[in-house]
């Protein structure tokens, strides 16, 4: 089950949130609160327990925006606000907001809302999965080379002296040195 923290001022978007939800009987795990410290309390004891956030940018109390700079990227936004206005949409997006939607009158933007939510959930997924990729070494099982940036197989110790930034010292562990000099160590 997806669970989302939804900071929202308005009883009326709140309810409509969850209308939406209900109706189309979506997995989804939502936890509203209705003001910008509420807010900021629960994602700084419980910011875990969620997979997403919609956030409201005017909130009464405060902003989404400061919301925005207190996450630091740590959990995916998806900025939902009434005031539709472009300086706030590309400063939410600049903080981190994977997603920017305008509240129109009709309440139109409601059926749009579980689609954004799937694709930024999908994108998330997606960009962890490329962090992993990035941090995979290929490594050669046989002879330990290491394939660099450009496809080529490079010595082990060569490549982590151009990409670490420590120096190596060599040494013999006893299992080696058992296997290389049987006949000089005790066993």
């Not at 907001?97 to 689609?115: C, G, S, W």
């Not at 002296?161 to 290389?180: R, T």
Request: charged content about 30%; proline content about 3%; hydrophobic content about 40%.
């Amino acid at each position: 089950m997806i669970r989302i923290l939804y900071i929202e001022d308005n009883k009326i978007d709140q309810r409509a949130v969850k209308r939406v939800i209900n109706e189309n009987e979506l997995q989804y795990d939502i936890t509203i609160v209705g003001t910008f410290r509420e807010g900021v309390e629960l994602l700084a004891d419980e910011i875990e327990k969620f997979d997403l956030l919609l956030l409201d940018y005017d909130l009464g109390d405060g902003n989404g925006i400061d919301i925005l700079k207190k996450l630091k990227n740590s959990l995916p936004v998806i900025f939902i606000t009434g005031n539709g206005n472009e300086s706030i949409a590309v400063e939410a997006m600049k903080l981190g907001a994977y997603d920017y939607l305008v509240k129109d009158p009709d309440l139109n933007y409601l059926t749009i809302l579980p689609t954004r939510i799937e694709l930024v959930l999908d994108r998330v997924k997606k960009d962890k999965e490329l962090t992993l990729l990035r941090e995979l070494l290929p490594m050669c099982a046989s002879c330990k080379n290491i394939r660099d940036d450009r496809g080529n197989w490079i010595d082990l110790e060569k490549y982590i002296n151009d990409h670490v930034k420590i120096q190596i010292s060599h040494g013999i562990c006893e299992d080696c040195a058992q296997k290389l000099y049987p006949d000089i160590l005790p066993g």
